[in-house]
């Protein structure tokens, strides 16, 4: 099994910043993809920010140049700093990993982090 757990909520004001960070644990042979959702009250899970094993990332246009993700392979680690927040920013922010727990295998697993509440508000 693989356990995913995160830190670094809060509330905030706007024009504040926060930084999120998300280990991984258990097992883990290797991580493909990882990434940043967020879901609002009364709407969708969105991707907020992807990030590939090699270091590929892609932002939604909500949180380009606002946001940035980075992750450490070989501490399990992604983590998301956010500048400039808005209230709208405001949600649930998952981490997620693509993990592959063995040598004998090809694809990986999908797993989520618990959710950790960022709330910007005056």
């Known amino acids: 099994q693989v356990q995913l757990v995160e830190s670094g909520g809060g509330m905030v004001q706007p024009g504040g910043s926060l930084r999120l960070s998300c280990a991984a644990s258990g097992s883990i042979f290797r991580i493909n993809d990882m990434g940043w959702y967020r879901q609002a009250p009364g709407k969708q899970r969105e991707l907020v920010a992807p990030?590939?094993?090699?270091?590929?990332?892609n932002y939604a246009d909500s949180v380009k140049g606002r946001f940035t993700i980075s992750r450490n392979n070989a501490q399990n680690t992604v983590n998301l700093q956010m500048n400039s927040l808005k209230p709208e920013d405001t949600a649930v922010y998952y981490c997620?990993?693509?993990?592959?727990?063995?040598?004998?295998?090809?694809?990986?697993?999908?797993?989520w982090g618990q959710g950790t509440q960022v709330t910007v508000s005056s």
């Open positions: 997620n990993a693509d993990v592959v727990s063995s040598r004998w295998r090809t694809t990986g697993d999908d797993y």
């Open positions: 990030v590939t094993r090699g270091g590929s990332k």
